[in-house]
């Protein structure tokens, strides 16, 4: 039962759910991604892209945000991830993905919320330097922290993102 001062979703809202929902066949990154093709389409032009979650730390979130940053980097272009993090410990996870100093997991632990000290996150980041080992600089993923409770991304994330030409994962 809905509390007195809710009202019951519309059916325009419903339909409109219903016409533009994609089914995702695995939240696992690596599966195929015909289900996520659709996205292309709507993303078409889209440089930065926010995704967030209705909880923090739920694993199927995370897992499900790991393989929308793959599909996004791996067959849009997306470059840059920035997360809601400690500004001053990400240059360690920054420092690990893009040349592999220090360790994933020791970096991932200094990021300042207990959200990120998880095995899904440091697969991201792992999965991150993996990938920059195989593809020349200007096509390389790069880390970027927001400040805790920031409304946005920080101008210079703006700017990074803008003068690189490329596309963010906020």
């Given amino acids: 039962m809905l509390p007195a001062d809710r009202k019951p979703v519309s059916g325009e809202v419903t339909g409109w759910l219903a016409r533009n929902a994609i089914r995702l066949i695995s939240l696992t990154a690596g599966t195929s991604t015909s289900d996520l093709q659709p996205l292309k389409g709507v993303l078409d032009g889209v440089r930065v892209m926010g995704i967030g979650e209705s909880t923090h730390g739920t694993r199927e979130f995370c897992r499900l945000e790991h393989r929308l940053l793959k599909f996004l980097v791996t067959e849009l272009g997306f470059s840059v991830l920035a997360m809601e993090a400690s500004a001053s410990a990400a240059p360690a996870v920054d420092a690990h993905v893009l040349h592999g100093v220090g360790d994933g997991a020791e970096a991932v632990a200094e990021l300042g919320f207990w959200t990120w000290r998880t095995y899904e996150v440091l697969a991201v980041i792992e999965w991150m330097r993996a990938y920059d ?29 803008a003068a690189r030409g490329t596309r963010s994962c906020a």
Avoid: E, T, V
Wanted: aromatic share 4%; with cysteine.
């Fill in 133 to 161: 080992r195989g593809h020349p600089k200007p096509r390389r993923c790069a880390s970027w922290a927001l400040i805790p409770n920031s409304a946005g991304l920080p101008h210079g994330a703006r700017r990074c993102a």
